[in-house]
């Protein structure tokens, strides 16, 4: 497939070939594709650490970047997705990153443009390559995925990281927990995981992954009193002193200190935050990789087998 908009549109032999091509890349290995690649990274939704990893991807395999601000673009006079995404391709853009807050944003775009589509998050539905990045730091960490034990907490049902971790840790025989505001939680998702209580599952837990409140998603429901969250359904320093041994503490980020974390733990020696953030840009060249591959009908790369 030209297009990475959900991770289900992956096999796990794929899921395996972009971590072994992200950790190829972490050891310094070459790649660039064999003709001048045109991509445009449009951001409909803001965004520190997946806009500008992709950037740093991008540069570090020698990619055309054309730059597109949505602010600055002709969307402030009323141009559709769809007539931007047709607009690129007339001019020769290769492939688009896209973030947009409408779930699926991409359905009205499959089958109508020739334009590759990397989805970089549509509103509470997918973050593929968030998931990736998540699946390298865990594999880093315990080399397989199998019998490990992941509790993903917080704001479940708005979560497009909850929705994609759970899909490929399920797949790669992990067992996954939710916990969090059993108003925010999603019964859709109980195919991939059962709920548990937020102070036994730190206790077992080898992965505890924190998750953002997307207040921007909560509408008119509002959402809890910073402190109230934190003793609840946070990291505490308390709940992480019950943590076993040789476990970790993940976090999509942005993280909201003292929220969703204690302050003091954000970069404490069990948390990969910063970590998962380092893996983002390898994880994004291998996608970039795959996506150019497929693009150029080899599906192979003889620098890197
Ligand atoms: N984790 C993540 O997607 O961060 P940004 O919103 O900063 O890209």
């Given amino acids: 497939m030209k297009h990475l ?3 289900s549109d992956l096999t796990i032999n794929d899921i395996s070939q972009i971590l072994s091509d992200a950790q190829y890349f972490i050891d310094g290995g070459n790649w660039s594709p064999k003709k ?3 991509i445009a990274n449009l951001f409909f939704e803001n965004s520190t650490r997946t806009k500008c990893s992709f950037e740093v991807a991008q540069r570090k395999l020698g990619l055309d970047i054309i730059p597109f601000e949505v602010g600055t673009s002709s969307v402030s006079k009323g141009e559709t997705l769809y007539d931007t ?9 290769d492939a688009v990153v896209i973030r947009h807050n409408q779930d699926r944003y991409f359905d009205e775009l499959v089958g109508k443009s020739d334009v590759s589509i990397i989805n970089a998050g549509d509103g509470c539905g997918h973050h593929p390559t968030q998931s990736l990045l998540d699946l390298l730091t865990i594999k ?11 509790a993903i907490i917080g704001d479940i049902r708005h979560s497009r990281v909850a929705r ?25 998702l109980l195919e991939n995981g059962s709920y548990e209580d937020i102070d036994s599952t730190v206790e077992t837990a080898d992965v505890v992954m924190l998750l953002r409140i997307q207040h921007e998603r909560h509408g008119e429901k509002g959402t809890k009193a910073a402190d109230d969250y934190h003793q609840a359904f946070g990291l505490t320093i308390e709940r992480e002193r ?3 041994s040789g476990s970790i503490i993940m976090h999509p980020a942005p993280v909201n200190r003292n929220v969703e974390i204690d302050d003091s733990l954000v970069e404490c020696k069990r948390s990969r935050i910063f970590k998962q953030m380092t893996n983002g840009v390898y994880i994004r060249m291998a996608v970039l990789k795959r996506t150019i591959e497929q693009m150029e009908g080899s599906g192979q790369n003889e620098d890197i087998n």
């Fill in 140 to 150: 880093q960490e315990f080399g397989s995925f199998k019998g490990l034990k992941v």
């Fill in 164 to 188: 994609s971790n759970a899909d490929t840790l399920v797949r790669l025989g992990a067992e996954v927990v939710f916990s969090g505001p059993v108003e925010w939680f999603n019964d859709e």
């Fill in 242 to 244: 019950r943590m076993k």
């Fill in 85 to 93: 995404v047709k607009t690129l391709e007339a001019i020769g853009i």
């Fill in 5 to 7: 908009l959900q991770t």
């Fill in 36 to 38: 001048n690649v045109f």
